[in-house]
């Protein structure tokens, strides 16, 4: 008799909580071999994925797209929701899914968690001593950690014995050098965990699969197919790059928190330290009144005074001077990275465009590759244009690819993999 899992994944944002709900079907023996250990001879197929938008707010909004029988994705549920914490949220969504799992009760839940600190290389098997580490570490990402503690602490109560699984997004990045892991500080600090660890590395871990799955269907290795120094450019509310070198992460543009590096919709991105002692000392803003700055006010919002959303800006920037330079600043933060992740390389052979702007704004992806041709970023307009799956030049030196992301999916495949250790 086959084994299936149905395995349910959490991905909590600030204000928002996406799901989804998978159906996991054991593998043959002869297709396991063709398989990364993480898929672990799972064959997942999505059966429902959806969001809790504006958690806390008079008008939040649910919607739900639904798979059945291979067919294409379709909207099942759009409507108005109101709910006043992400507890209430999950609830919400366990009482409309309970009833649509067909007989297959939860066999585990997923959960993205964003910080592991120094403690977590691996996603793990939530105990109560695992609980308590991410307690410690919770002051590194204030805004996600206490949610994502919450709703692991909600499904314990109300399914008191299901198994649930931690998948870190800082993982990914354990790999760095300890080199690129240093700030310049104190080694009290250092010694303390004020280190650069990374974000987005469930992105980056389900796009070197896509990588690794496309260069084994082409009877080749990862390194024969994308070569060995490949530069992933997760671009979208929160934005981010990663160097991988062989495979793995040798440096990325986040450090201590996912506030650095790129500018981003609402986060400042990389910032002089002297201007958060301006802000203390000059206008005598509290530690809240910065982390609202620099967190939720910043980024494209701040240097548009209008908007967060790339698709609103790029329509407007032709009329209005702030929204074009909110694109321009954008862009070109991440240019100066790429670069900076180039030179850690020692040269690139393969770019790869995902999340929501890398892979839609054909206009923004121009703007980062334009002046980059000395390094082979060569795109084709018309590919560029039409989100293509590669845009770069035919035979160019630089393979430029754009690749759909699936976080939801490597948080269920870390899940089915814990599962069959715990």
Not at 138 to 165: D, N
Not at 261 to 271: A, E, I, K, N, Q
Not at 333 to 346: C, D, E, I, Q
Not at 352 to 361: L, S
Request: aromatic share 6%.
């Amino acid at each position: 008799m086959v084994e299936t899992k149905t395995i349910l994944t959490v991905n909590c944002g600030s204000s928002s909580l996406k799901f989804a709900l998978y159906r996991a079907r054991q593998r043959t023996h002869r297709a396991v071999s063709q398989l990364s250990q993480t898929s672990q001879g799972w064959q997942e197929t999505q059966r429902y994925a959806g969001v809790i938008e504006r958690i806390g707010m008079a008008d939040g909004l649910f919607h739900v797209t639904g798979t059945h029988a291979n067919a294409q994705a379709q909207p099942v549920a759009r409507q108005p929701v109101q709910v006043h914490d992400h507890s209430a949220a999950l609830h919400y969504v366990l009482d409309w899914l309970e009833p649509r799992m067909d007989g297959h009760p939860l066999d585990a839940v997923g959960h993205r968690v964003v910080h592991g600190g120094s403690a977590y290389e691996q996603p793990q098997h939530i105990t109560s001593e695992v609980i308590e580490t991410l307690r410690r570490i919770a002051p590194l990402a204030p805004l996600h950690m206490p949610i994502e503690i919450a709703a692991i602490e909600t499904i314990r109560a109300r399914y008191p014995s299901l198994p649930q699984v931690a998948s870190f997004d800082t993982a990914f990045h354990r790999t760095m050098p300890r080199i690129a892991q240093l700030f310049g500080l104190p080694r009290t600090l250092l010694d303390d965990g004020v280190l650069r660890y990374g974000f987005h590395g469930l992105s980056y871990e389900y796009i070197m699969n896509e990588l690794e799955r496309e260069a084994s269907d082409a009877k080749k290795s990862l390194a024969e197919y994308a070569g060995q120094r490949i530069v992933i450019a997760h671009l979208g509310n929160g934005a981010s790059m990663v160097a991988v070198h062989d495979g793995r992460s040798v440096d990325t543009t986040m450090g201590l928190t996912p506030i650095g590096g790129l500018v981003m919709s609402t986060r400042s991105g990389d910032l002089d330290p002297g201007v958060l002692l301006y802000l203390l000392d000059a206008k005598q803003m509290t530690s809240v009144d910065i982390r609202q700055q620099v967190e939720q006010a910043g980024g494209l919002l701040g240097v548009s005074g209008r908007s967060a959303d790339m698709r609103e800006l790029l329509d407007q920037m032709a009329h209005d001077t702030w929204a074009e330079e909110a694109v321009a600043l954008f862009s070109y933060s991440a240019r100066k990275h790429l670069g900076a992740l180039v030179s850690v390389l020692g040269g690139i052979d393969t770019l790869v465009f995902t999340g929501g702007i890398g892979e839609h704004a054909a206009t923004v992806r121009h703007r980062i590759c334009g002046d980059l041709g000395y390094l082979g970023l060569k795109l084709d307009p018309a590919r560029n244009a039409t989100d293509a799956p590669i845009i770069s030049l035919e035979n160019g030196p630089v393979a430029v690819r754009v690749i759909h992301t699936n976080e939801e999916l490597m948080i269920a495949r870390h899940t089915l993999h814990a599962l069959s250790v715990i």
